[in-house]
């Protein structure tokens, strides 16, 4: 299984990006997708998770900014993030929750200029 972040970049405050989330090996549908970020000097964070089943939440912070989102015949998850704040600067990991274990792809880094 190997899963790869992408769409991360430099954005000025108020913009919007959307990140994706490819996998290999994997299907995506059948299992739990999130996306966390890590900002410098921080602990990585829980920012979105897609369900099996197509269920959405969201941390307290980026509701109403951000969509996680999923596109079963291309097997990708989004992260689209609009009304970016400085403070959302992090690279962003999307994870994949299987019966025994959870798979990270490498991060992206989002940076958001005041």
């Known amino acids: 299984v190997q899963l790869q972040a992408f769409g991360g970049g430099l954005v000025q405050t108020g913009g919007s990006l959307r990140l994706s989330c490819a996998a290999s090996?994997?299907?995506?549908?059948?299992?739990?997708v999130a996306w966390y970020r890590q900002a410098p000097g921080k602990e990585r964070e829980l920012v979105a998770v897609?369900?099996?089943?197509?269920?959405?939440s969201y941390e307290d912070s980026v509701k109403g900014r951000f969509a996680i989102s999923r596109d079963n015949a291309q097997n990708r998850v989004y992260l689209q993030m609009s009304s970016l704040k400085p403070d959302d600067t992090a690279v962003y990991y999307c994870?994949?929750?299987?019966?025994?274990?959870?798979?990270w792809g490498k991060g992206t880094l989002v940076t958001v200029s005041s």
């Open positions: 090996g994997i299907i995506f549908s059948s299992h739990s």
């Open positions: 897609i369900a099996d089943g197509g269920s959405t």
């Open positions: 994870n994949v929750a299987r019966w025994d274990r959870i798979y």
